[in-house]
């Protein structure tokens, strides 16, 4: 298996819903990633977990709030969201260690949309 | 610092030519990886190819080969016998250090193959 599956696929929420975004692997991975990325921009890393820890924290507003539940899930809460946060988010997954192998594997996204 | 430059914004190309896409990147650290990836206009951010610092041998993969110029810090990406689906974003990444976790993008290519 050698795939990150995100869902939902789509998701409209308004300002005031609380949402949640999932991603899963199963590929034995032990570094776990959100990015967001903006139409026709490169991904923007927003958090990094790794062995289920939170290791990078770029600055994101609070609004977003990640979870890694074990090492193979990692979820996204959204709440009180804002319109400039409408977006593809990017789950991604890769070794911990480079002796490990090199490749992030990325899901297909989660278009998100907030009225 | 941008750390990875992509400096052509969209390209054409014909069905069955190749074409060439640009990649510079700046880094200090003598361990490093350099990525490629398709973006598809679904979404979903699909690895291409890597190539290791230390390696020896520019990295193949199919279609697929990087031309990669370790003075110069270049590792552009050469598509061979292009096809209508390799229309995509394309997205040169590096990630610095052995064990790093960070991915840094450059700002993307669009390619169009023509028939």
């Known amino acids: 298996d050698t795939e990150v599956t995100q869902t939902p696929k789509h998701l409209v929420m308004g300002m005031t819903n609380k949402k949640s975004l999932k991603c899963e692997q199963h590929?034995?991975?032990?570094?776990m990633y959100w990015y967001k990325q903006k139409a026709k921009k490169p991904p923007e890393l927003m958090f990094v977990?790794?062995?289920?820890?939170?290791?990078i924290n770029e600055s994101v507003p609070s609004r977003f709030s990640p979870e890694c539940p074990n090492s193979s899930l990692l979820n996204l809460h959204l709440h009180a969201l804002q319109p400039e946060d409408s977006a593809l988010y990017l789950c991604a997954s890769s070794p911990r260690r480079a002796g490990e192998g090199y490749g992030y594997t990325f899901g297909s996204g989660t278009r998100l949309t907030v009225v | 610092a941008q750390k990875i430059t992509q400096t052509q914004p969209g390209m054409f190309v014909q069905e069955k030519e190749a074409v060439t896409l640009d990649c510079t990147y700046d880094?200090?650290?003598?361990?490093?990886?350099l990525f490629w990836y398709k973006q598809p206009s679904s979404g979903e951010m699909i690895f291409l190819i890597y190539?290791?610092?230390?390696?020896?041998q520019n990295a193949t993969e199919g279609r697929y080969s990087l031309n990669f110029q370790k003075a110069r810090k270049s590792a552009n990406l050469v598509i061979s016998a292009s096809q209508l689906g390799d229309s995509a974003m394309y997205f040169c990444?590096?990630?610095?250090?052995?064990?790093?976790?960070?991915?840094?993008f450059g700002a993307g290519t669009t390619v169009t193959v023509r028939a």
């Open positions: 590929m034995g991975h032990r570094a």
């Open positions: 190539q290791g610092s230390y390696d020896q």
């Open positions: 880094t200090s650290d003598p361990s490093y990886g």
């Open positions: 977990y790794s062995y289920e820890k939170l290791s």
């Open positions: 990444a590096m990630r610095e250090g052995p064990n790093d976790y960070k991915l840094s």
